[in-house]
């Protein structure tokens, strides 16, 4: 979603220093009812650790403060180019396998309230500086330290992801008030139709997205997302602009 509205602002004729905070900011107010509708429909798979999800959520909200803050302060290129490095280093990880590679295997699931809340703040900080709810980062902890199935694992991380992308929607907002040459209908960092065209589809579309979560085989979607990430990771790094001028 981020690199697609990163380009669709562009193409409004607005800078790129202000269009990559403006699709970071967006991006997360679209996240917050889509992860609402997800976690809901999570919920009724009883596939949400509720303890988990508020004590990782919270700290995760703090951090995505702090994050967003920072991000509204460094220019625009070098969060484009991190962003796409990050999403591409993400990819890498997939392609490989890491995640049921490192599970152990046989081990119970545990609930420990102090690792989450460890982990919640540097997650946060991740969600401020690139837009992104953290989902994969917070699938991981809970998967490789906390032993959670994959499924649990991932409706519990919806459910965080309300509260870290309240706290990058707040640090988008108050930063980006009063900054000169943001598109019409903007709150901060945040472009309103923007957000309505989004949010108009993806929050229905995330009860479908939750079914198939529960229903689908996994392999065959994960290398369909996998190539769509290292297509928009390369786009955002400027890879594309090189290979045309070899």
Known sequence: MIPVTYWLIQSMGV????????AFGTSLLVILPTAISGSWRHNKEKAVRWKIALVLGSCALVGAIVGATLAAHLPGEMLAKGFGGFVLAIALWMGL???PRFKKQGAELQENLG?????????GMVTGLT???????????LVLALNFPMDVAVGTSVAAIILASLGGIAGYVVNGLGVPGLPPHSLGYINIPVWLC????????????????HALPAKQLKYIFIAFMVYAGLEMIGASSWIQGL
């Open 115 to 123: 690792l989450a809340a460890a982990c919640g703040f540097p997650i």
């Open 15 to 22: 800078c790129q220093d202000l269009a990559i905070k403006i």
């Open 97 to 99: 396998g890491m995640l």
């Open 198 to 213: 989004l949010a108009a589809t993806s929050i229905p579309l995330a009860q479908l997205g939750a079914r198939a979560a």
């Open 131 to 141: 837009g992104l709810g953290g989902g994969v980062l917070i699938v991981s902890v």
